[in-house]
């Protein structure tokens, strides 16, 4: 178990992130079509996990529009947006702002990937929702960079998590 805070209050975690180096856990979310993504459909690509509670927050959503700007250079990367929002919220956002370099995945359908990942968060207003995380992966599925990010009001630090992939 891991904690946070949310303006000062603490949060407990369902477990913690992946370890460095070790693989990513499996997941199966949902696509903005409502169907079926798993780890297996972006073998051979880096990712950029981007997870949050919800879209519909200031924070969230700066996170979002920062990794589409900030990584629209890089090869071979893609970043998945990861949250409990129904994908139609999903897709409503990134119509909305024009987002076009970010997969957006939801966790409503299974609820697996917030325990799988370390990230679903156990009590607090948000209880049931996924903390603020960034994991990224290599070519290989290999865990290079995570933050939990200390407090669910902050945005990530998107240096770090860009740094192993320039």
Known sequence: MSQITLKDKKVNTYGSLPEMGERAPHFELVRSDLSTATLKDFKGKRLILNIFPSIDTHVCATSVRNFNEKTSTLNNTEVLCISRDLPYAQKRFVDDAGIKNVTNLSDFRQG?????????????????????????????????????????SQEPDYLAALKPLL
């Open 112 to 152: 697996d990937f917030g325990k799988d990942y370390g990230v679903e968060m156990m009590d607090g207003p948000m209880a049931g929702l996924l903390s603020r995380a960034v994991i990224v992966l290599d070519e290989e599925g290999k865990v290079i960079h995570t933050q939990q990010v200390p407090d669910i």
